[in-house]
């Protein structure tokens, strides 16, 4: 064989593997589409106060959303803005979360329900957040517009979290489930 057949053949080879991987992927983001389609769906069922909203690639659902009945107008997450909260974080590998699938957490009795070593007890206190462009765009797009006093969870596909990066205990392509529970908006530049 030639020089030039075995390069032009080495190029088609690479190409349909990358085309496989690139369907690939898109299949992966597509079944973790059809996990939060059904983990929202089910909440909703489950919660009839229950509200949706979708920033860029995330959604949002705000659980048990009558606050503003009971408080009026409250403050909002934008961008450059800081909040005070409480977090989960889980792995969406079905359209449910459990404490087999977590992440990460500062709650103390959720860390519990999971059986983790509880030795360090600084962990488990509220969190600042500074909502700017160093968090993954899916968290970045799920937390604008956030209230105080909200207790919502925010979905995205791994496109939109650690995409091929393995972060710590985050697997490559991971769809990720942030359940928060939102204490305060401080130092919000409007």
């Not at 009945?69 to 934008?78: A, H």
Request: net charge negative; hydrophobic share 40%; charged share 20%.
């Amino acid at each position: 064989m030639k020089k030039g057949t075995v390069i032009l053949t080495a190029a088609v080879v690479l190409a349909g593997l990358g085309a496989c991987s690139k369907a690939s992927l898109k299949a992966t983001y597509d079944k973790q589409a059809t996990y939060i389609e059904g983990f929202i769906t089910a909440q909703m069922k489950a919660d009839t106060n229950a509200t949706l909203v979708r920033n860029g690639n995330a959604f949002r659902l705000t659980l048990h959303d009558t606050l503003d009945r009971v408080f009026g107008e409250r403050d909002s997450l934008q961008a450059g803005g800081k909040v005070a909260l409480y977090y989960a974080c889980y792995t969406l590998t079905s359209s449910s979360i459990s404490v087999g699938n977590l992440i990460a957490t500062n709650v103390k009795s959720i860390a519990e329900m999971a059986d983790w070593n509880l030795s360090d007890t600084l962990r488990y206190k509220l969190d600042t957040l500074t909502l700017d462009k160093t968090i993954v765009s899916g968290l970045y797009d799920g937390l604008q517009g956030v209230q105080e006093f909200d207790e919502c969870v925010i979905l995205f596909t791994g496109e939109f979290g650690f995409g091929n990066a393995e972060r710590g205990t985050i697997p490559a392509r991971s769809a990720l489930a942030y359940q928060f529970w939102i204490e305060n908006i401080l130092d919000n530049e409007k």
